[in-house]
């Protein structure tokens, strides 16, 4: 069952956006299409608190779901269809193991940013999946970067409120 993490376990999030003139090709119905793209650049550290002491005498996986939050408990709205293609990368940044046992601890990978309907929008949300034995994750880095469709006919990105704490991807 995947953790969700709850928007203010999402810190020192950080957003970039680079337009004008940036265009790429993708291949749609057999034919090479060409699209204007603004590149957006998503990072931050995320808490997920997910632990595995004493609980199993094997690695344990598990995925945690995340929003992408441009700026402090912020997300943004984009219309349906608009990321055209996107690269992602999470790591480990604090865990902590159990005295004299065997440790693990990691990112095994990110397994999607995507657009995923929620009460008040389309809003990205990241799933990554960590593995762990003997140990507790306490926080990853990521940064995941965005092509979104620009230019006519690509519709509104709308920057939401601060959402409520304890606010979880659904």
């Known amino acids: 069952m995947p953790i969700p993490v709850p928007i203010e376990n999402v810190e020192d999030a950080r957003f970039l956006s680079v337009s004008g003139g940036l265009k790429t090709q993708v291949l749609a119905a057999g034919a090479l299409t060409t699209f204007d793209v603004t590149m957006e650049v998503y990072t931050g550290v995320v808490l997920p608190v997910f632990s595995n002491i004493g609980l ?3 690695t344990r996986q598990d995925e945690f779901r995340s929003f ?4 402090s408990m912020r997300v943004r709205s984009y219309p349906r269809d608009s990321i055209i293609d ?3 990368m999470a790591s480990l940044a604090t865990f ?3 005295e004299d ?3 693990i601890a990691g990112v095994d990978n990110v397994v999607s940013v995507r657009l995923e309907t929620q009460p008040f929008g389309e809003c ?3 799933r990554v999946l960590l593995a762990a034995l003997n140990a507790t994750i306490y926080r990853c880095t990521y ?3 965005l092509l979104v469709r620009a230019g006519k006919g690509a519709g509104t990105i709308a920057e939401l409120a601060p959402l409520n704490t304890g606010t979880t991807p659904a």
Do not use: K
């Open 68 to 71: 992408l939050p441009f700026r």
């Open 96 to 98: 902590a193991g159990e």
């Open 86 to 88: 996107f690269t992602a």
């Open 101 to 103: 046992e065997a440790v």
């Open 56 to 58: 199993h005498l094997s």
């Open 124 to 126: 990205l949300v990241m």
């Open 143 to 145: 940064q995941v970067t």
